[in-house]
């Protein structure tokens, strides 16, 4: 038994271990930065946010900044300025898109390179592969899937109804999509049949008729595209008579921006936009509406898109390590179908849509699985080294196309040689 004197010796002893070990505690903690696309305060914010402080309740040895950067190109223009200044983040939700200019800045690492375990390895393979395209190449996985989408068909079956057309029978091929669109134009302007937007992502609908023409518009390498490829003019000129011969769709430029909005207050009785937009349509239709897959050219086709996670290299392995675990915490299966329900982006692997939260709700809701539907259809995103100077030459050749003030030939002729001219070097 201790002396009074020794017990007050051991006492000291062992509080001064505990002051000297209480500042080591403190940083033993691994922090994370995490940039993510969604503007401050919104409603993604909030999911994200909870998503986040699970993950911390879960995991109190690592600490995670969440910090919300704006739009896709907000993101990546901050995480690379982070990684340049000196204050690089450990990872970051960005474009799939982004993955070769990524790569070529050398600022992120694939994941196979972070995996270790048989259980790390076989999550990895556990997303859906057309989702994984835009994240492989060259035989690595640089990229993982999480806020992704493809486009779909909104459709309003009261004005079909109206129209005299049956509201469960969308139109599935081109020559149905104008047919229809002529019978549910107005003539005095108040709704026109269809609506497909050519701002903000112009490429991106484009993407989706060229495959419908039958032709993906890049390879997989990142050096190659195929803009002026017969089909390709085939899906421009096809996109500008839907305005300027069949007149069942605005001529011009359609705000992207605008375009919900124009779609529930009645001005559209078709749109062409992201399954991100699902839950938002359905909490603000006050009229009973539709999605589908977009119909077919010579066959169906839209590109996926949305935003993947990505791993900086400039982190330590402890970094590495816990941005691992958060990215898996993030696409789990349960957490995927949350976020799916919450959102109207795509559950991201076969075991989300099995996940009693999501399979409930495709039950209750079926659009909800047109999306992962049409995935079977479904390719890569456009995406290639210089990837920024390549979308605008695409997207200023759809827009000069739309507006008429270049033929689809030659405006895809200028947007292909600016290509090649761009992408001359890395191949």
Same mark, same amino acid.
């Given at each position: ?6 017990r ?6 062992v ?10 505690a ?6 994370l930065?995490?940039?993510y ?6 409603p993604?914010t909030?999911?994200?946010?909870g ?8 995991n ?7 910090i ?8 990546r ?25 990524l ?46 989408s ?9 004005a079909? %109804?109206?129209a ?24 005095d ?11 903000g ?14 032709r993906t ?17 085939r899906?421009?000129s ?6 300027a011969?069949h ?17 529930l207050?009645?001005r ?27 119909? +077919?050219?010579k ?33 789990d ?6 976020w ?20 409930g ?18 390719? +890569? ?7 920024g %100077? ?38």
């Open positions: 038994m201790f002396k009074s004197g020794s007050k010796a051991m006492m000291a002893v509080a001064a271990g505990w002051a000297a070990s209480a500042p080591l403190a940083h033993a903690a691994t922090e930065t995490m940039y696309p969604v503007a401050v305060g919104g993604l909030k999911i994200v946010d998503m986040v402080s699970g993950f911390m309740k879960a109190p040895d690592i600490k995670v900044n969440a919300y950067a704006g739009n896709y190109n907000d993101a223009i901050k995480a690379l300025a982070a990684l340049k200044g000196g204050k690089p983040a450990q990872l970051s939700v960005m474009f799939s898109i982004d993955l070769f200019e790569i070529e800045q050398g600022a992120i690492v694939p994941f196979d390179d972070v995996v270790k375990t048989p259980e790390e390895k076989a999550w990895l393979k556990s997303f859906y592969p057309t989702l994984m395209e835009n994240g492989v190449t060259a035989g690595k996985t640089w990229g993982v899937p999480f806020q992704r493809t486009i779909v068909m909104y459709y309003n079956k009261d079909f %109804r109206a005299g057309l049956d509201p469960n029978r969308p139109p599935s091929t081109w020559e149905e999509l104008v047919a229809a669109g002529k019978k549910l134009t107005k003539p302007g108040s709704q026109w049949g269809l609506m497909i937007p050519s701002t992502y112009p490429y991106w609908m484009f993407g989706a008729l060229a495959m419908q023409s039958g518009l890049m390879d997989t390498a990142g050096n190659k595209t195929y803009f002026n490829a017969p089909e390709s003019v899906a421009l096809f996109w500008r008579e839907l305005g011969k007149k069942v769709m605005p001529e011009g430029v359609i705000e992207w921006g605008t375009l919900r909005q124009n779609f207050e009645g559209t009785a078709i749109m062409w936009h992201s399954t991100g937009n699902l839950t938002a349509v359905k909490k603000a239709a006050k009229f009973d509406f539709g999605v589908a897959m977009l119909p +077919a050219g066959r169906r086709g839209t590109p996926t898109g949305g935003g993947n996670f990505y791993l900086f290299k400039k982190s330590s392995d402890a970094e590495k390590a816990a941005a691992l675990k958060l990215v898996r915490y993030m696409t299966p349960q957490r995927s179908a949350e799916s329900v919450k959102t109207g982006y795509m559950g991201i692997s076969p075991a989300a849509y099995q996940t009693e939260q999501l399979s709700y495709v039950k209750t809701f079926p659009p909800a699985a047109v999306a992962r539907d049409q995935l079977q259809y479904a390719t +890569a995103e456009l995406a290639t080294f210089q990837a %100077r390549v979308r605008k030459s695409l997207d200023d050749a759809i827009q000069a196309a739309l507006t008429g003030s270049k033929s689809p030939q030659a405006a895809l002729d200028a947007a292909q040689a600016e290509a090649d001219r761009l992408l001359k070097s890395y191949r």
